[in-house]
């Protein structure tokens, strides 16, 4: 994300019998990449193996499509946003002691506000597929979505109108590579694609791709859990992924169509 700073950058000027507002030359050679803050961007890539979730607010077009959307959408990011930090810090703690926390998985290391999604980088290098760090990944970022419609969403409706009614889950397990400085001020990767697409399927808020995930990562909680086949738009044809049991009970006949075993 770049913001191109417009202060003092224009000037009236009379050409002729016309008089024009011009953009000062300075200001002008001033719009180019750099403003995007992703330091030099020609340097080699890092790539790092990864999980990703791709968050989205089911409605948030619609909710800020609203007269009083310069009160409102600020109100609701500011206690949505402060909510979501601390719900990623309460499903990775597993036990607190006096000299810190014990988690059950690394913090993200990678966090990206997309206006109505976030998108949330873990680091899996020299994690195996069949590892309970993953499982423990996936049940967490469940439990934000779950959390979203049982907790916040009935205690922001105190305060606003008609919130965005669902928090939408897509996860996907892949490399990525970094945009940027070595420390990597973005990110770009297949992976990222994927699962920005699974939070969007029909009928459903949470999905995951099997791709490099087996059910022993999280064997305990895999009955939740069903495996269909999908198409994913611009990923592939026959995607295996896992969605919530519950959730594909109560699709329609027409949507249970897009979902294949």
């Known amino acids: 994300m770049g913001i191109f700073k417009l202060n003092d950058a224009y000037i009236s000027a009379e050409k002729g019998r016309k008089e024009y507002r011009l953009i000062k030359k300075e200001k002008w050679g001033e719009f180019k990449s750099d403003i ?22 089911q409605g948030f077009s619609k909710f800020c499509n609203k007269e009083d959307s310069g009160q409102i959408i600020p ?15 309460e499903e990775t703690k597993c036990k607190e002691y006096n000299e810190g926390i014990a988690t059950y998985h690394d913090l993200p290391f990678f966090v990206k506000f997309l206006g109505d999604g976030l998108m949330i980088l873990w680091d899996i290098s020299d994690i195996d597929e069949s590892s309970k760090i993953l499982g423990n990944i996936i049940l967490s970022t469940l439990g934000i979505t779950e959390k979203y419609s049982n907790i916040f969403l009935p205690d ?8 965005p009614s669902k928090l939408r ?16 001020q973005d990110f770009v990767g297949t992976c990222i694609n994927k699962a920005s697409r699974l939070q969007n399927l029909p009928g459903i ?3 995951f791709s099997n791709v490099g995930i087996t059910g022993e990562a999280f064997k305990s909680d895999e009955e939740r859990f069903i495996k269909k086949h999908v198409d994913v738009r611009g990923i592939g044809e026959d995607e295996l992924i896992s969605i919530l ?17």
């Open 205 to 207: 808020t949470f999905a």
């Open 36 to 57: 995007l803050g992703l330091g030099t961007i020609g340097i080699r890539t890092i790539q790092k193996s990864v999980v990703c979730a791709f968050f989205d607010l």
């Open 169 to 184: 889950c897509g996860i996907a397990k892949g490399s990525v590579y970094s945009v940027g400085n070595n420390d990597g």
């Open 245 to 261: 049991k519950n959730e594909y009970d109560n699709l329609d006949r027409e949507q249970k169509k897009t979902y294949t075993d």
């Open 156 to 163: 922001i409706r105190n305060e606003v109108g008609n919130p």
């Open 75 to 89: 109100k609701f990011l500011n206690k949505y946003l402060d909510w979501f930090f601390h719900q990623i810090l």
